[in-house]
């Protein structure tokens, strides 16, 4: 598709189950970002990738946080264990680059973790 | 985790009002980016910032990047009702070739 897609949109689960969370980048896009909003605040940086690695992963909360990138293209956060305060919106973003003038980042819709 | 310092936090303004909004940050940016956020989806990117002093427009929204380089604005002019939602600013600090930091957002409320 023309922009960034990620699944689901919704997801509610119980406390303590493990979730998967899904991001396709824009076609051509070699960065990927994954940042969590929680209700009615910012965004909170939580990973980003340069094509398969991830130099900056300064954001996680903890360690049931993880994400991967394959074939630098489709990213996979995983949160395991979950607990209720991981409930937020976890949005993704791509963009063409990094650095000083990389274009800018282009967000997901989202997915809306709800946890019970 | 940081985020910078926006205000106002809401406004309820008139259709027909030019509505300004401002973020400031401890730090020096490089990059200045405002977004605007609708009910259920993700931040819209709406003006890019690259440079200390730059003013950009977008139709009747302008965007400038402070001289000192900690700060930036927004001006909506003649705000008509579908500039209902919340407006984030982000920014990369120098130094920071990744993650964008983000204001607290303004949450937009326009009456007719």
């Known amino acids: 598709g023309a922009g960034v897609s990620q699944s689901p949109s919704n997801k509610v689960t119980e406390k303590g189950k493990d979730v998967e969370l899904r991001c396709d980048p824009i076609?051509?896009?070699?960065?990927l970002y994954w940042y969590r909003q929680s209700l009615g605040q910012g965004l909170e940086f939580l990973i980003y990738?340069?094509?398969?690695?991830?130099?900056?992963k300064s954001g996680l909360p903890s360690d049931r946080f993880s994400a991967e990138r394959t074939g630098g293209s489709v990213s996979t956060l995983t949160i395991q264990r979950t607990q209720q305060e991981d409930s937020a919106v976890y949005l993704c973003?791509?963009?063409?680059?990094?650095?000083?003038?990389?274009?800018?980042?282009?967000f997901g819709d989202g997915t809306r973790l709800s946890i019970l | 985790g940081q985020q910078l310092n926006q205000s106002p936090q809401s406004m309820f303004i008139q259709e027909g009002e030019d509505v300004s909004m401002n973020c400031t940050s401890s730090?020096?940016?490089?990059?200045w980016l405002w977004y605007k956020q609708d009910p259920g989806e993700g931040p819209v990117l709406l003006i890019a910032?690259?440079?200390?002093?730059e003013l950009t427009s977008n139709g009747r929204l302008t965007a400038q990047f402070g001289i000192t380089r900690k700060d930036s604005f927004l001006n909506i002019s003649a705000s008509i009702p579908s500039d209902v939602g919340i407006y984030f600013c982000?920014?990369?600090?120098?130094?920071?070739?990744?993650?964008?930091?983000f204001g607290t957002g303004t949450r937009l409320q326009v009456t007719l």
């Open positions: 910032l690259y440079k200390a002093g």
């Open positions: 973003a791509s963009s063409l680059g990094v650095g000083i003038g990389a274009q800018p980042q282009h």
């Open positions: 076609s051509g896009h070699t960065a």
């Open positions: 730090s020096i940016f490089n990059t």
């Open positions: 982000a920014g990369r600090y120098a130094g920071t070739a990744s993650k964008l930091t």
């Open positions: 990738f340069q094509g398969n690695s991830a130099p900056d």
